[in-house]
């Protein structure tokens, strides 16, 4: 599937960089509503490195002193490194206006407001500089190798970043090798207890006296990157998601797993993402074994209980029952779990908040049950969701004559490559577009059900659902 869209994005130019907080917009469509822009020449934005994070005191409306925390103006810490020659500090410049860019805008802001806080990030947290590596270091502070280069010694001792041999492989789940395998979970395992250099913020995002900054461990950090990025951020806007539902679908999740994965081959050097072909009919059975990532529930296994019961007690989110049963994962946690997108006010969650961790859930094919699949609905016939995609939906998605068109939505054209293959164009006749389908990607993911959007990072299925054979 992804090697097509390998294909279609070859002529994007970029280098991936080491770091979520270098994450680069690949598509100029979405420039002023992508959660992160970065590195257009000597433009530089960041994240939220522990080292900017900063104690100060702000006044709420009765002028009421209010302890806060902020990320500090100038985010350069240990001086980007400038002393080894690795970085500078830089100013923070905003991407310039030009026609493309202003009819994009008009396109996107009627589902994005302009005083989102993810708005031409990072200029809603008042940053003003950050660190502009060179020589192939990233980084918050330039400390650090880009992805696809590892630390070596140069001609006359020095550290330098010296390309790395050869290419990561994509493998399928169902060519991994047992040691393989425990590569990807022991990893995984230990990135869920390791301390992450960036903080995260909570509280309400329009609301800059209610945030606060927590430290997070690695793997909570990813989940809470896709969190923010797809988060509603108010009432008003309860479509503005910044990584689905628009033309950034691909190029977001693209560059997103392959900072990830960099970020894990810090932890062990053999990691690597695999991918998961779920139009193979016995690839299913195979991924949710106990040795690999555990057994759960399916359709079969509970149905007469929940076509027995309704409404609350039906779709429970801490059903016992949906637990993973053994495996590597038994006893992992998922964050923010009662903190999904329909969550009002645009609140992001405390994601250190023991009491909205809960284990890790799923259910195959249970969404059999309309009221139990999606907050929006399901298609009413067919129930294809309740099954995974066929190679002949695939096949369709790959037909598409262009990769997105206006208005850059799920409403978009059914011609539109992206929105078939996010899933919201029906791939059998008539072929319709709707919001409300939920075809081949999101067919996945409702299919195993469990954490979702925006949380489905929670579950270490979603990295290979989206791993692309060729993006390595």
Known sequence: ILLYIHRRLRHFSYSPSHSLSNMALLNAKLIYCVFWVVRFHSVTHAQFP?????????????????????????????????????????????????????????????????????????????????????????????????????????????????????????????????????????????????????????????????????????????????????????????????????????????????????????????????????????????????PHLGTAPTWDDIKDRYLNTTGSERCAIDDPEMNVKDGPFVNWKTMCTNMGKDATNGFLCNPNNETQRRPLQRCRGCCQVDDCCLNDGVIATGRQISILPKLAHVNYALEASIFDSSNWTTQTTKASFRNRLEGFVQPVPPYVANHRQHYIHNQVHIYVGGTEVPLSPNSPYFWMHHGDRKSG
């Open 50 to 290: 522990t080292a900017c994070v900063q104690n100060v005191t702000v006044y709420d409306k009765s002028s009421n002193p209010v302890t806060a925390q902020e990320i500090s103006p100038v985010c350069c810490p240990n001086n980007c490194s400038a002393g080894e020659g690795r970085g500078e500090c830089t100013k923070i410049s905003k991407p310039k206006y030009t026609l493309d860019l202003i009819r994009a805008e008009k396109d996107l802001l009627h589902v994005c407001s302009r005083s989102d806080v993810r708005f031409l990030w990072p200029s809603g947290f008042n940053t003003t500089h950050s660190c502009m590596c060179k020589n192939n270091w990233a980084g918050s502070d330039c400390s650090k190798c880009k992805f696809g280069y590892t630390l070596s010694k140069g001609t006359n001792g020095t550290k330098i970043c010296a390309k790395s041999a050869g290419r990561i492989k994509r493998k399928s789940t169902l060519r991994l090798t047992d040691s393989e395998w425990k590569t990807y979970t022991d990893t995984l395992l230990k990135a869920s207890v390791t301390p992450s250099s960036y903080s995260v913020f909570m509280g309400t995002m329009a609301n800059r006296e209610t945030w606060r900054f927590v430290p997070v461990t690695i793997y909570d950090y990813f989940v809470w990157v896709h969190y923010f990025a797809s988060k509603d951020n108010n009432n008003e806007t309860p479509t503005c998601d910044f990584a689905h539902e628009s033309s950034g679908f691909l190029t977001w999740h693209r560059w997103y797993l392959l900072v990830v994965e960099g970020m894990l081959r810090e932890i062990d050097s053999k990691f690597f993402i695999p991918y998961w072909d779920w139009t193979n009919e016995s690839s299913a059975s195979d991924l949710y074994s106990e």
